[in-house]
T-cell receptor, first 112, second 115 residues
Framework: GDSVTQMEGPVTLSEEAFLTINCTYT??????LFWYVQYPGEGLQLLLK?????DKGSNKGFEATYRKETTSFHLEKGSVQVSDSAVYFC???????????FGTGTKLQVIP | GAVVSQHPSRVICKSGTSVKIECRSL??????MFWYRQFPKQSLMLMAT?????????EQGVEKDKFLINHASLTLSTLTVTSAHPEDSSFYIC???????????FGQGTRLTVV
């Protein structure tokens, strides 16, 4: 079945550091790929998405490229801020976006 | 954007009691809602699909009689954990896609602790 593997956290970075959170997936078809973010005390929010190979999703300075050849969707940001501290979930969806398969989540802590 | 409200955010209950968790779509109607569960350091796992006006569809391995789902209106789905035990302690989260849209929106989640 479908599965998503992402790097374990927590990840602690200084403000303005470069961020990479690795994510790889296994799927039988051609899934859409997502990154969700959960800020403390809040629900999951869609951060960015990519629906086909070589698509790049971007939002709020975060980027991820759908790499079919390596089955990866790594999340990157050039300069993190304290406000980026949250838990980040990589996910995939097949047959539409409604039902998704999640990774374990990676907690990011950015310190001033 | 669309808002999904989940209540309560945290609940502690005694073994053997039942706990109800509500999931509401505040500014849109949702004929379908999804319930997920997250074990510590594990993925969010889909438990069931809640369908307005009909029975929920449960994923393999999820006990229907243990996790009762009711989707009585287009804006409300409830998950009741019956006869709770410590192993039911977990993080439960719901999602709902607005009608006509592919993207689902998530509630804040409920941290259940059974003592």
């Amino acid at each position: 079945g479908d599965s998503v593997t992402q790097m374990e956290g927590p990840v602690t970075l200084s403000e303005e550091a470069f961020l990479t959170i690795n994510c790889t997936y296994t799927a039988t078809g051609y899934p859409s790929l997502f990154w969700y973010v959960q800020y403390p005390g809040e629900g999951l929010q869609l951060l960015l998405k990519a629906t086909k190979a070589d698509d790049k999703g971007s939002n709020k300075g975060f980027e991820a490229t759908y790499r079919k050849e390596t089955t990866s969707f790594h999340l990157e940001k050039g300069s993190v801020q304290v406000s980026d501290s949250a838990v980040y979930f990589c996910a995939l969806g097949e047959g539409g976006y409604q039902k998704v398969t999640f990774g374990t989540g990676t907690k990011l802590q950015v310190i001033p | 954007g669309a808002v999904v409200s989940q209540h309560p955010s945290r609940v502690i209950c005694k073994s053997g009691t039942s706990v109800k968790i509500e999931c509401r779509s505040l500014d849109f109607q949702a004929t379908t809602m999804f319930w997920y569960r997250q074990f510590p350091k594990q993925s969010l796992m889909l438990m069931a699909t809640s369908n307005e006006g009909s029975k929920a569809t449960y994923e393999q391995g999820v006990e229907k009689d243990k996790f009762l789902i009711n989707h009585a209106s287009l804006t409300l789905s409830t998950l009741t954990v019956t006869s709770a035990h410590p192993e039911d302690s977990s993080f439960y989260i719901c999602s709902a896609p607005p009608q006509g849209k592919a993207e689902a929106f998530f509630g804040q989640g409920t941290r259940l602790t059974v003592v």
